[in-house]
């Protein structure tokens, strides 16, 4: 049955991307003229769908190994890594899904065969009309999609890469050899003041500054008369904006055209599997950062554990351990807590609760509670107090029975590698850190730290312990599939997981790849935690632990039914 | 110290001020850019779509006033006699009529060009000058606005590529930028806000954006610049010594602070506490520590990366500009207008040569009471700038001319002349379509 009816029965490689012959990646500027059965429109719909959902599950990189029908999910900030570790052999995305495959490749040098890119044009073009219909199903779309381009964009060969600006009509030059020999150290400059590499070989682009807004704000370019000198790397941002910004006109147009005619026209063939297509997958937005977000006194304990910067880690096991702290301590953590948002009445409470057990209620309401809400501004000159920074905490003299101050400046060395070690930093790390720490590079040393529980870089370093928090907090959401899993569970998308999740015997979640080798993935993959509830789960419960998680997911799907 | 005019500034005499010296057709010259109907490129309703906003004596604050050629605006000031008088964006419609516009579309009255503005005010400095506080200003503190001038100037036009920049003296205590060219103009909100983040280098939260923190293996070029081009010779040859940074306990502590290695802050501590006894008063004590500080946070055992930013980081911590970054992130910021008198000092906020910024004496400015009397003891020679001339407003108006008004309405035309024959061109191609 036809949908699209084509003007002639030309293949879609008549459209501008075989024109040269670089391989690239379609841009979706008109309808295909071709053919679709019916049957296939909702299927290369769903294939699409899949695709946006492997690219969704957090930008995570998949692998599947070759021997066992395991799937392995491993947040992208540690791809990069991982890509390294494993021969590329090794790398499977989504066995059993050749549409995905093609989506999400590894390596997309080698022309698509005209199969797959038709199939790539129509599932897009279906999943328009399925997206179109409000702002919500707008937005949502706009962001898978723009995903999946950047994603793929950033896979291209420069040259290919450059193929697609020009289908962009950006009239940017590169840089030629010349001018960039004249402004070569400015650009290196740049580099080094991001901390990154020197760029003596890449390739530069001149874009007027007012095009490039983030990037000069972040002073991640080199300005001169007006232009910017974009990298390769940084110019994907750019492409993406402008082909979101090309969709999202696009889908107006097609919900135009869907409220005024197809919709009737097609009232008994398509619309029916249009409309049960965007009501049963509509995830929610993992990206969405909990910045500002309170955090509740439930939620401290965990976030000690995995957030909170030595410093403050100290001083909160020391209140636990004592249910005392002296004043300065009680100024260094009260006020850090209350800048990673925790209220006055739940600072309060907190205090409160351990104080109690040593002083009693009676003593902590006369002579703590004033300070706390001091502190918050609420007492005295109603000041607002804000939180210390790495400078003043290490410049600060703690006397005898005082737990405030920098560990990494006030520990011995003794006592701070036992508190690294606590921390679960290696031993590798930790010699770095301790390096750091005899030459008095305190904060530097609280930077390596984090780099090392993190498993990523903290370029800006460590100025202030809330920093710490916040950069942490960053990184642990976007990786915590913990999160995303259960919100991802109170959402519309049981079914479609289920049909993904399908041919694998087990689907393993990875929260931590620092310490990864090829040998214990499968071996550990092996053995999951026996005890798992769904939920609950959170990575700093199980560092290094690979989770399996079919059974609760199937779980979940019987009670839904 | 400028000591407050308060008699000075009386209405009469800002009424003179208004009908004999004040420059309307130079100031709508500019906000028309080139749009005078002489062309027909031109557009009619420019103008008309500025806002301009009024205090009057009694704190009575008129918004939305708009003026469709010089002499309404004169008329109006003449009027009206404002004490201050603001200029705010360029909007979609006349702002006087929005309410015309109000039950339409969300987008019906919405500004469209402002030029983009930095407004750097001394108050911001506390904590880095001794001299004075707060609302004063002296030629010890002044040049920390000369420093702003310098680099904020240099990279608008070698960085960003602008050319049409107006610097003004506020009356009071700091200066006000106006960059000018069309692409200036046209910036979208978020592209100010990239510019103004773009010179930011106080890190932190509201309550403590103070403080630098320079990391990485480099400056960006524009700090790099920056440092070795004005804030290393103005801190080392100017601060240091006319501030007195260094010469008490409690100054240099604020110093130490800054060092993120106690045993070094410690080391030199006990140096300064024992050299207040033996020093000569050959030279400058400031001078000696500084030099003190530097050798030991260069020297070679301390080259690791957090130190070998210290001295930048203590540099900048004195001497980088301060702007006041919601002014220039958005469109619809009202900024005083070029010429006004402050109600507060009588000085008449007149254009700096970015050029020549050093010479800049806040305390040297004229004041409405000094121009009045130039008026009066020149007898009644009526020849229309030659009133301007006999007054030592005359430079000022001189300078607005000759070093932005000029340039800037040249490039207007051109660009006015270019869109028109482009236009024309388009119009040309589609008939034969
Ligand atoms: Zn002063």
């Known amino acids: 049955m036809e949908i699209f009816r084509p003007h002639s029965r030309k293949n879609v490689f008549s459209s501008s991307n075989d024109a040269s012959s670089v391989p690239t990646i379609p841009l979706y500027r008109s309808a295909p003229p071709l053919e679709v059965r019916l049957e296939d429109f909702e299927s290369f719909a769903i294939d699409r769908l899949r695709g946006f959902f492997f690219l969704r599950l957090s930008t995570f990189v998949f692998f599947a190994s070759s021997n066992s029908k395991d799937l392995l999910l491993i947040p992208s900030p540690f791809a990069p890594r991982v890509l390294t570790t494993y021969s590329a052999s090794h790398i499977y995305f989504s066995r059993g899904f050749p549409m995905v495959k093609e989506l999400l490749k590894v390596n997309m040098r080698h022309q698509y065969t005209s199969e797959v890119l038709n199939k790539d044009i129509i599932s897009h073009f279906v999943l328009r009309l399925v997206y179109c219909r409000t702002e919500d199903l707008r937005k949502w779309f706009l962001s898978m999609e723009s995903a999946l381009f950047r994603y793929r964009f950033r896979l291209l060969s420069a040259e290919a890469q450059k193929a697609v600006m020009e289908e962009f009509n950006l009239p940017y030059k590169a840089v ?91 009232k008994h063939r398509l619309t029916p599997i249009v409309e049960a297509l965007s009501s049963s997958y509509l995830g929610p937005d993992y990206s969405q950062s909990r910045e500002n977000a309170d955090i509740s006194l439930k939620d401290i304990e965990q976030f000690a554990k995995s957030s909170f910067p030595l410093c403050m880690r100290h001083l909160f096991d020391k209140l636990k351990e004592d249910h005392h702290l002296k004043h300065g301590g009680r100024m260094q953590l009260g006020l850090f807590l209350k800048g990673v948002g925790l209220n006055l009445d739940d600072a309060l409470a907190f205090w409160r609760a351990e104080f109690s057990k040593k002083v009693g209620l009676e003593k902590f309401e006369k002579q703590y509670a004033y300070n706390i809400r001091h502190n918050y501004g609420k007492e005295g000159k109603r000041t607002d107090y804000t939180p210390y920074s790495c400078q003043k905490i290490i410049s600060s003299t703690p006397g005898a029975g005082d737990h405030h101050g920098c560990p990494y400046r006030h520990f011995s060395e003794e006592n701070l590698r036992a508190a690294i070690c606590g921390m679960g930093v290696n031993s590798r790390a930790m010699e770095d850190v301790i390096d750091k720490v005899r030459n008095r590079h305190y904060q530097l040393a609280c930077t390596l730290t984090f780099e090392a529980l993190h498993g990523m870089s903290c370029d800006a370093g460590i100025n202030h312990p809330n920093q710490y928090f916040s950069d942490s907090r960053k990184i642990l959401d976007s990786k915590t599939s913990a999160i995303s899993l259960s919100r991802m569970l109170q959402s519309r998308v049981f079914w479609l997981l289920h049909k993904v999740l399908e041919p694998f015997s087990g689907v393993y979640l990875v929260p931590q790849v620092m310490d990864l080798q090829r040998e214990n993935v499968v071996k550990s993959s092996m053995q999951p935690p026996k005890q798992f509830k769904c939920g609950s789960w959170n990575s700093s419960h199980y560092p290094g632990s690979w989770l399996k998680t079919r059974h609760s997911l199937l779980y979940t799907f019987h009670l839904y039914g | 110290m400028i000591p407050e005019h308060e008699s000075v500034f009386n209405s009469n005499h800002l009424k003179l001020y208004y009908g004999k010296l004040f420059p309307f057709s130079d100031l709508v010259k500019w906000v028309s850019y080139g749009n005078d109907g002489k062309h027909p490129g031109c557009d009619q309703s420019y103008i008309g779509r500025r806002e301009f906003s009024f205090t009057l004596e009694n704190d009575i604050y008129l918004r939305f006033q708009s003026f469709n050629n010089a002499l309404e605006l004169e008329n109006s000031i003449k009027e009206r006699s404002p004490v201050k008088i603001d200029i705010g964006p360029v909007y979609t419609v006349d702002p006087s009529k929005r309410h015309a516009y109000a039950q339409s579309d969300d987008n019906a009255f919405a500004p469209v060009e402002r030029e983009l503005i930095f407004d750097i005010d001394m108050t911001d400095y506390d904590d880095v000058r001794y001299c004075c506080s707060g609302a004063d200003v002296c030629l010890v503190c002044w040049p920390l606005m000369t420093i702003a001038i310098k680099v904020i100037d240099t990279s608008l036009r070698d960085d960003l590529g602008f050319k049409h920049i107006l610097w003004v003296y506020s009356g009071r205590r700091g200066v006000h930028c106006w960059v000018c060219d069309g692409k200036a103009r046209r910036l979208t909100n978020e592209q100010r806000g990239a510019i103004a983040d773009y010179f930011r280098v106080y890190k932190g939260n509201e309550n403590s954006h103070k403080k630098v923190s320079l990391t990485g293996a480099a400056l960006h070029p524009f700090l790099a610049t920056s440092y070795t081009n004005v804030l290393k010779n103005y801190f080392e040859k100017n601060l240091l010594t006319g501030q007195n940074l260094l010469a008490t306990e409690e100054r240099y502590e604020k110093i130490l602070d800054m060092i993120p290695d106690e045993s070094i802050a410690s080391e030199l501590r006990g140096r300064w506490q024992d050299s207040r006894r033996s020093s000569s008063a050959k030279e400058d004590i400031n001078v000696v520590r500084w030099e003190q500080c530097k050798q030991v946070l260069q020297s070679g055992k301390h080259k690791a990366q957090g130190l070998r930013r210290c001295i930048e980081e203590i540099v900048f911590s004195f001497t980088y500009p301060r702007l006041d970054m919601e002014v220039s992130k958005h469109m619809n910021h009202l900024l005083k207008a070029p010429f006004c008198v402050h109600p507060k000092t009588g000085r008449v906020c007149v254009p700096i040569d970015p050029n020549r910024c050093e010479e800049f004496d806040p305390t040297t400015v004229p004041t409405l009471s000094q121009l009045i009397e130039e008026l009066n003891s020149e007898g009644s020679r009526t020849d229309d700038d030659g009133e301007l001339n006999r007054t030592s407003l005359g430079n000022a108006i001189t300078l607005f001319r000759s070093s932005f008004l000029q340039p800037l309405l040249k490039a207007c035309k051109e660009e006015i002349e270019n869109c028109y024959n482009l236009k024309l061109q388009q119009s040309k191609n589609s008939l034969g379509w």
């Open chain 1, 176 to 266: 030629s050899n010349v001018e960039f020999e004249s402004v070569k150290d400015k650009l290196v400059q740049v580099a080094r003041s991001m901390g990154q590499p020197s760029t003596a070989d890449a390739i530069f682009y001149k874009v007027p500054f007012e095009e490039v807004p983030e990037l000069v704000a972040g002073r991640k370019v080199f300005i001169k008369q007006g232009y910017a000198y974009v990298a390769m790397n940084q110019i994907v941002s750019l492409v993406a904006t402008l082909f979101r910004s090309q969709l999202s006109k696009a889908l107006i147009l097609t919900n135009r055209k869907w409220t005024s005619s197809i919709r009737e026209q097609e």
